[in-house]
């Protein structure tokens, strides 16, 4: 079946600019998760998504960074007045549920945001 | 808070030969407990999952990892490596109480050489 999709692939873009990077999670999952990957570290979460609502943005680096999901499938992270240290891939993954069953997460192949 | 700490950044083994990638973690209650794995420019893919039970956990691509809870460790091991195991492997903690937020460790680096 269909994965976790995240378009657009790789993003370039000029310090200063806004630019959002979309999500698509697997059918039927409800949690939805955002995490940002630097060159040579493992993932970092930035905010989680339980249905339509952030149920823990504590991993968002300051207020230029902001999701939504406003109809609980697809959601969208939004960065604006990049700067160059926000440059990283962004992955997205969702799980069927979310809490003490432990679900895995299904990662998308994740977003390269370059910022020039 | 939980934590994990992958503590070698590269590992090279030659083609065939057994592998151990080691993770440790700190979470005071029982994790859950993920292994993935990153080919380049890929996603992350799970290779196993323990939860709880029995605590040698079985997984794809012939990897098997072990639960240890007096050493807070969680090992990944496969017998024999293929060439195309190469890639980064990351260890993850979730927390089986309160918000549910993997938190991953910084990654090994697999290097296979024929």
């Known amino acids: 079946g269909a994965g976790v999709s995240q378009t657009p692939s790789n993003k370039v873009t000029e310090k200063g600019k806004y630019v959002e990077l979309r999500c698509d999670p697997i059918?039927?999952?409800?949690?939805l998760y955002w995490y940002r990957q630097s060159l040579g570290q493992g993932p970092e979460f930035l905010i989680y998504?339980?249905?339509?609502?952030?149920?823990?943005d504590s991993g968002l680096p300051n207020d230029r960074f902001f999701a939504v999901r406003p109809e609980g499938s697809v959601s969208t992270l939004k960065i604006q007045r990049t700067e160059r240290g926000d440059s990283a891939v962004y992955l997205c993954?969702?799980?069927?549920?979310?809490?003490?069953?432990?679900?895995?997460?299904?990662f998308g192949n994740g977003t390269r945001l370059t910022v020039t | 808070a939980q934590s994990v700490t992958q503590p070698d950044i590269h590992i090279t083994v030659s083609e065939g030969a057994s592998l151990e990638l080691r993770c440790n973690y700190s979470?005071?209650?029982?994790?859950?407990l993920f292994w993935y794995v990153q080919s380049p420019g890929q996603g992350l893919q799970l290779l196993l999952k323990?939860?709880?039970?029995?605590?040698l956990v079985q997984g794809i691509k012939g990897f098997e990892a072990e639960f240890k809870r007096s050493q807070s460790s969680f090992n990944l091991r496969k017998p024999s490596v293929h060439w195309s195991d190469a890639a980064e492997y990351f260890c993850a903690v979730g927390a089986s109480g309160g918000s549910y937020i993997p938190t991953f460790g910084r990654g090994t680096s697999l290097i296979v050489h024929p």
């Open positions: 979470y005071g209650a029982t994790p859950y």
């Open positions: 323990y939860f709880s039970g029995d605590t």
């Open positions: 059918s039927g999952h409800t949690a």
């Open positions: 993954a969702s799980s069927l549920l979310a809490g003490g069953d432990g679900s895995p997460l299904h």
């Open positions: 998504f339980q249905g339509t609502g952030a149920a823990d």
